[in-house]
């Protein structure tokens, strides 16, 4: 029998959890979480993952407040209007943290814009002072989706630590990171970490020694079932839009993993959609939550 | 028959390339570079080290200066001192780097004195905001160790792409920023690497699987013909002082690798001494460099 990773009840737990601690923060007289978000044009992906963090905010009872900006081919905004927004932000009390929804129109340099936020308040975690600190092991905000990774494991009692654990896909904001958090020292990490890429050949070779092999290139049902070891553990961070015709909105989220197949080897695997995606927001929530208590 | 990866002389024509830019930078009106060096107390291999970055500099043609600090059990070193310190040469013009050697006695947080030190003089590469932006690729301070080893299989024209890279140790000194450097796109990297350590198990099945196998964890003699497949390249950031009565100084340094029995297994193996450790000095040098020259 494979276990599911029911990622979307793990999010709905933890929600409720930190719903808990905000109305405890409440009754003993400490402000409520406040998240701000950005958002850049009309880039439909981030439209629906900006939503979905305005909603997780009302679920866990924290204030939450979305900046839109219009930007076009023809009216293109002006990065140095984004800037202020986030030097405004930075130096507002009331904020605890905020995101610039990614990615942002290609005249704005992104990098630039990241490296503006204040480390403080950098709840994605992709200021490179976070990353940096991640990397060797401090306290840090830890970006998003590896994050939600290691709490999904934790909560389903997979322990990393001893285990061959196989990345595939070497982004900045999942392969990279997730890499840094799980071959640190100590709970929920000791794992040894193998990061495979477009560039791994004979990949179905080092894929299929992984204990734990997470899926995170972006490429729908690439990793199939002779990819994978009988009894692995397979977490899928891919959510391509695929065409799908039978539903309203014309596209169904489809995983890097070919699941029908796959399933059946595993010991267990995470499913698409309601595997990672919910837990990549929860990340963000709790990040918003150490920031408000790092500044009690 | 093996190579033998020679990073003494490798070492030594850097310098003398370094030399020759600092020779130009002179003629062109621009300031020769200057490295600083903040010691604390008298450890034994921190003295050598530091001894041995100042005479690189003369070499190079750098100007350098040493500020030593005496700290006893007695009479420790107060830390606001070093601190001020550290202010004082980031704000010196004249400074193009500098660096703190450690380890520092233990009453000082190292920690909090590495993130002390301006980033765009962090030559060590230590600061967060320098080990993140590596961790993404993106222009910053290497760490020496790994930068060096990377110009080692440069020079050596011993390319990681698409190669299997296994490195065991995870410091945050070499393990670690050596995995980010091999696992970025581009030349002089595209490798699949994998970081094993002490909670790896059955260890000499995974560092048989490499084609470049990095050994980096401080156990002197540790990695046997055993662990090595056939042709492999080795590389030896090991550097521990063994008693050895028939030297003058009492001790001599021993690698990591079982070196004997190990290189006549290699297509190519760094000595110790004379592999590692000369490119970590060399690799100080480059970074002194090149702050010189963004700050131009």
């Known amino acids: 029998m494979t276990a599911i990773i029911d990622g979307k009840a793990t999010a709905a737990a933890i929600k409720a959890e930190i719903a808990e601690k905000v109305a405890a923060r409440k009754a003993a007289g400490l402000k409520v979480p406040h998240l701000a978000a950005i958002l850049v044009g009309h880039d439909g992906g981030s439209?629906?993952?900006?939503?979905?963090?305005?909603?997780?905010?009302?679920?866990?009872?924290?204030?939450?407040?979305?900046?839109?900006?219009?930007?076009?081919?023809?009216?293109?905004?002006?990065?140095?209007?984004?800037?202020?927004?986030?030097?405004?932000?930075?130096?507002?009390?009331?904020?605890?943290?905020?995101?610039?929804?990614?990615?942002?129109?290609?005249?704005?340099?992104?990098?630039?814009?990241?490296?503006?936020?204040?480390?403080?308040?950098?709840?994605?975690?992709?200021?490179p002072v976070n990353v940096g600190r991640q990397s060797v092991g401090l306290p840090c905000f830890h970006s998003a989706t590896?994050?939600?990774?290691?709490?999904?494991?934790?909560?389903?009692?997979?322990?990393?630590?001893?285990?061959?654990?196989?990345?595939?896909?070497?982004?900045?904001i999942v392969g990279k990171p997730l890499a840094a958090m799980l071959m640190q020292k100590g709970e929920g990490?000791?794992?040894?970490?193998?990061?495979?890429?477009?560039h791994t050949p004979e990949l179905a070779r080092v894929t299929r020694q992984?204990?734990?092999?997470?899926?995170?290139?972006?490429?729908?049902?690439?990793?199939?079932?002779?990819?994978?070891?009988?009894?692995?553990?397979?977490?899928?961070?891919?959510?391509?839009?695929?065409?799908?015709?039978?539903?309203?909105?014309?596209?169904?989220?489809?995983?890097?993993?070919?699941?029908?197949?796959?399933?059946?080897?595993c010991a267990a695997i995470t499913p698409v959609p309601g595997g990672v995606g919910p837990m990549t927001i929860v990340s963000l929530m709790l990040n918003t939550l150490q920031a408000a208590q790092n500044r009690d």
Chains 1, 2 share one sequence.
């Open 47 to 127: 439209e629906t993952y900006v939503a979905s963090k305005v909603k997780a905010c009302e679920e866990c009872g924290f204030k939450s407040s979305l900046i839109r900006f219009e930007s076009t081919d023809e009216a293109p905004l002006d990065p140095a209007v984004l800037m202020a927004e986030i030097a405004r932000l930075n130096a507002d009390d009331d904020v605890d943290g905020f995101i610039v929804q990614l990615p942002l129109p290609r005249h704005i340099d992104e990098q630039a814009v990241i490296e503006a936020i204040d480390p403080a308040k950098d709840v994605d975690g992709f200021h």
């Open 189 to 198: 990490a000791d794992a040894t970490v193998t990061v495979c890429h477009s």
């Open 210 to 265: 992984a204990d734990i092999l997470v899926a995170a290139m972006g490429r729908p049902g690439f990793i199939t079932a002779d990819m994978v070891s009988e009894g692995a553990v397979v977490i899928d961070v891919g959510t391509t839009r695929v065409p799908d015709a039978t539903r309203k909105s014309g596209f169904r989220l489809r995983g890097d993993v070919d699941y029908e197949n796959v399933a059946p080897k």
């Open 146 to 172: 590896p994050a939600g990774i290691v709490e999904l494991l934790r909560r389903y009692n997979i322990s990393p630590a001893g285990r061959r654990v196989v990345i595939v896909g070497r982004s900045n």
